[in-house]
């Protein structure tokens, strides 16, 4: 590995470091986990002299790097940042930067035909509208949904490195429904996009199944090289391929859900349709449809057709459709009643 990445990586560790304000980093602090990133990435020992550190530090808090990162000392001892919301990843890119990307960019596009580029094509195009929109100073031409206060994004690079190299994760997590944080040991297998929301899809141990974890509800991420690996062959195309989400209840056989949308949102769920295995039955004479999908039954997908309200309605089967009667129901008994409206007045 060239001197530059290994660098690059050591800056990387140090910010990382500074931004976690709950623990006190010392010298030998930064020393050690610069030392087991590198281990991480090279898979060896590579000592690191307190000097090259010290070094490091100075050359962030310069403006050779353009970082002018504000590490300051405490108590003649710890290192922290002034401005407890300061990253280097955060530093506006340069000209040379910009043109870079523009570059490689440029070459990426002459390869968007081959089949190895399909998946990739929009990441491409909105990659070239965000770069000529910094360079230009203009508003980007591409918008797309994002949660600017969504936690747990800072993990994404980490877990990726994880997966690939089929590192042994140690977390420790807080769902919405526990009172308390657990710590535990999780093999994972992929990351998984939904709703603007990243989750980690693996499992805990081999006798268990495969559970999902959300990045936002993750405290803190180790690592275990000593815990070898769950290899295991799996498939997400497959495993996801009769939910909608991110949700699957394992034991459950997908089933037919049959829909009546009305003439106003036919058309959305025709062109966007709410899963790959919906099929069109009739189209009535008001302009209403009746589809039907075929899917296992998670909370995803009932979020997804509540969020319809009165423009659908499940006709089958009787279960899924009574279940949303009555969340219809107690809904509509909380606008019925005047005494939430007094007691928040």
Not at 230 to 253: H, P, W
Request: charged share 30%.
């Amino acid at each position: 590995m060239s001197q530059n990445k290994n660098a690059l990586i050591r800056y990387k560790t140090i910010d990382k470091c500074l931004q976690n304000k709950y623990r006190q980093w010392t010298l030998e602090d930064l020393i050690e986990e610069c030392s087991e990133a590198l281990f991480e990435y090279e898979g060896r020992q590579n000592p690191i002299s307190k000097r090259t550190i010290q070094m490091d530090i100075q050359l962030m808090r310069s403006e050779k790097l353009g970082y002018n990162a504000p590490i300051v000392v405490y108590d003649k001892k710890y290192y922290k940042y002034e401005d407890e919301d300061f990253s280097i990843t955060d530093i506006p890119l340069t000209e040379t930067d910009m043109n870079v990307l523009t570059e490689t960019v440029s070459m990426l596009k002459q390869f968007k035909d081959f089949s190895l580029f399909n998946d990739v094509s929009d990441i491409l195009q909105r990659l070239e509208d965000k770069i000529y929109s910094e360079k230009s100073n203009t508003n980007p031409v591409i918008y797309l949904d994002k949660n600017e206060k969504l936690k747990g994004l800072h993990y994404l690079d980490e877990i990726y490195q994880a997966i690939i190299k089929k590192i042994v994760l140690v977390i420790t997590y807080k769902s919405f429904k526990s009172k308390d944080e657990s710590k535990f040991h999780f093999h994972p297998f992929i990351l998984k996009e939904f709703n603007n929301r990243w989750f980690l899809i693996g499992k805990k141990k081999a006798s268990q199944p495969i559970t999902n974890l959300a990045l936002d509800r993750i405290i803190s991420i180790d690592y275990d090289f000593n815990h070898p690996y769950l290899e295991e062959d799996f498939d997400a195309d497959d495993y996801y391929k009769d939910v909608i989400g991110v949700t699957v209840n394992s034991g459950l056989n997908a089933r037919r859900i049959e829909i009546w949308v009305d003439a106003s949102n036919a058309p959305y769920v025709l062109t966007k349709p709410l899963h790959t295995s919906q099929r069109l039955i009739k189209e009535n004479e008001d302009g209403s449809v009746i589809i039907h999908i075929y899917v296992i039954p998670n909370y995803e997908m009932e979020r997804l057709l509540l969020g319809f309200g009165s423009c659908l309605e499940i006709l089958r089967p009787e279960s899924l459709r009574n279940r949303m009667k009555k969340t219809l129901q107690n809904a509509i008994s909380r606008y019925d009643s005047d005494e939430r409206i007094e007691k928040n007045a």
